[in-house]
């Protein structure tokens, strides 16, 4: 068993990274399923979206090849409506909620004809949006990923000047660097981040992370009002024996370097062991098997029943050649000369409903051993629990706590996405950017 980069050949590793969820081959295709749909008055594909996108609107535009109409309607509500087409859980949202599910019929391939439009926009650049007239008010906002430029972009059409401050060197947050490959390229982030700028009025400076190049009281007295986007990025500790031998990776960081440096420069075992069973852990799995590991086995504490992915994720998995072992719960990571061989998990077992409404994973007294040579943690993310709390912002154990007007308890700072709600989906962070705006015109008009 080894751990080793460059397993494959350039020609299997583009395979292996293709987009899983192609486009429509032609337009006729399109016509084909933007005809299906029912048009239904109240629509519960709308209703089911965070961002609330007039879904039926933007279908029938499509159907009558108004393709910069339905463009400009998804992408009014949803800035990022481009992204979201690839890496939406839209089983479990607009295409869920469609009522050929009623029908045991499939579908609307809702994420596919959002694809088909707003492509379009974002290759072409299209100039869907206008500014207003500048109002002289500046706002700065913290962190380039969903929240913050969804935020950045109502800013902006509204005439105040925006300036992000962005750790990375790119922007796009999680969707540029912490999801699967061959659910969005890197290039079409950076097009897509292009795009949402294209407008004017919002200027991005990279490489500038809070509390290291800029502090937050720089930022209060240089600008009229702050909105922080930080999201979560600290890898949930397992606390348990061995966690820093050699070869035990954290999930974003293993998914991040397969982002930032490519396919055949990062490291994969042959035998590798994947913790936990949320949309983190489903794209470290597949990644792992598809750069050229042998044998990957998802560990989860819990039964399928209260699992976060959702059955579409956990079916790719399956059909990766991943495995799934249930009901166990890491206990220690063993190894020799410094490098990880062992994983021993115990046998959990669901006692009573915990806060969440899950039942607790509680311990038999067994154990079982796996022989690995990686272990990749996808346990969860933690917020900036030092820096929030340096900067004298009330939170929650790390989650910022905003009130009904998106405003921490420092007035003129406010802030929403993954840094106040824990870690959501990036449809949900755009629609706290969009939120987060209209606090704060509303708070620049007083």
């Not at 992408?75 to 690839?86: H, R, T, Y």
């Not at 994420?111 to 974002?122: N, P, V």
């Not at 299209?126 to 500046?138: A, D, E, I, V, Y």
């Not at 075992?269 to 792992?288: N, Y």
Request: overall charge negative.
């Amino acid at each position: 068993m080894s751990i080793k980069n460059n397993r494959l050949t350039a020609e299997q590793y583009e395979q292996n990274f293709s987009d899983i969820h192609p486009p429509f081959e032609n337009r006729e295709a399109a016509l084909v399923e933007a005809n299906r749909c029912l048009f239904c008055y109240d629509a519960p594909c709308t209703k089911s979206c965070p961002t609330s996108i007039n879904i039926p609107k933007f279908i029938k535009q499509i159907s009558t090849d108004n393709i910069k109409g339905s463009a400009y309607t998804i992408l009014d509500a949803n800035i990022m409506g481009g992204g979201c087409s690839k890496v939406c859980p839209v089983e479990k949202l607009c295409e869920g909620s469609c009522v050929y599910n009623l029908l045991d019929e499939p579908p609307i391939p809702i994420a596919k004809l959002q694809r088909y439009s707003t492509e379009k926009a974002i290759a072409a650049q299209w100039p869907l949006f206008q500014r207003k007239p500048s109002t002289g008010k500046k706002v700065a906002i913290v962190g380039a990923g969903p929240a913050g430029l969804s935020c950045a972009h109502v800013l902006s059409r509204e005439g105040v000047e925006v300036t992000i401050y962005e750790k990375e060197s790119k922007g796009g947050g999680l969707m540029t660097y912490g999801i699967a490959a061959y659910k969005v390229t890197p290039q079409f982030c950076d097009d897509e981040v292009k795009f949402i700028t294209s407008l004017g009025g919002i200027h991005i400076k990279y490489e500038q992370e809070l509390g290291r190049n800029v502090t937050l009281a720089e930022l209060q007295a240089n600008y009229d009002a702050v909105y922080l986007g930080i999201g979560v990025g600290v890898a949930r500790s397992l606390d348990i024996p061995g966690e820093e031998l050699a070869g035990v990776e954290d999930a974003l960081r293993f998914i991040y370097d397969i982002r930032e440096k490519g396919y055949p420069s990062v490291p994969v075992g042959d035998k590798v062991a994947v913790i936990g069973l949320g949309m983190t852990a489903i794209d470290a799995a597949t990644q792992a098997k598809r750069l050229g590991a042998k044998e990957v086995t998802i560990v989860y504490r819990r039964t399928q029943a209260e699992m976060p992915s959702t059955e579409v994720e956990l079916n790719l998995a399956k059909l990766d050649g991943c495995s799934i072992i249930w009901l166990a719960s890491p206990k220690e990571v063993r190894g020799e000369n410094g490098r990880v061989t062992q994983l021993i998990c115990n046998v959990m077992e669901l006692g009573v409903p915990d806060t969440s409404g899950r039942r607790t994973p509680v311990e038999t007294g067994e154990t079982i051993a796996l022989d690995v040579d990686m272990v990749i943690k996808a346990a969860g993310q933690i917020p900036y629990e030092d820096l929030v709390q340096d900067n004298q912002l009330t939170h929650w154990y790390g989650k910022l706590v905003i009130n009904e007007n998106c405003e921490t308890n420092i007035p003129g700072v406010f802030a929403g996405g993954d840094c106040v709600n824990g870690g959501k989906e990036v449809v949900d962070a755009v629609q706290a950017g969009k939120d987060g705006a209209r606090a704060i015109l509303g708070f620049l008009r007083k």
